[in-house]
């Protein structure tokens, strides 16, 4: 039963951790670059729950889909792709939105460990409210907080 589990639990764990690299690479390349136009709401004070950068969230979704289509159409290992894609989905919203930007219906900043990382380097991300001159994209995975300060007061 649990070697059963193994293939499709490594497809997954690799999924999402190749989902963080691109989507640290997208953050940086696209929505920083010619997608700032939808990007830059999320830079801005937001009116109401949703803003226009929340539209990055459909193509993805709609790949994620058409994967586990596919894959439980015709090349399983596709199935667990997008499964991979929609944990990245789940862990991105519960992190980046919920913790970082407290869209939750409770406010949460954690006082130590990983998730202080993760929130405080977002923070320092959104120091900047440009298009230029901002740091850390990555959502699930943060430098050291002290090196992305370093780097903020260099581009400044």
Known sequence: MIEDLAIPAAIILATVIATEVAAAWIHRHVMHGWGW?????????RKGYFERNDLYSLPFAALSTALCVLG???????????????????????????????????RYVPRSGYLRRLYQAHRLHHAVNTKEGAVSFGFLFARPVAEIRRELQRSD
């Not at 792709?81 to 409770?106: A, C, E, M």
Request: glycine share 12%.
């Open 37 to 45: 136009g939808w990007h830059r709401s999320h830079h801005e004070a």
């Open 72 to 106: 439980s159409l015709f090349f399983m290992p596709l199935l667990w792709v997008g499964v991979g894609l929609s944990v990245y989905g789940l862990l991105y919203y519960l992190v980046h939105d919920g913790l970082v930007h407290q869209r939750w219906p409770f």
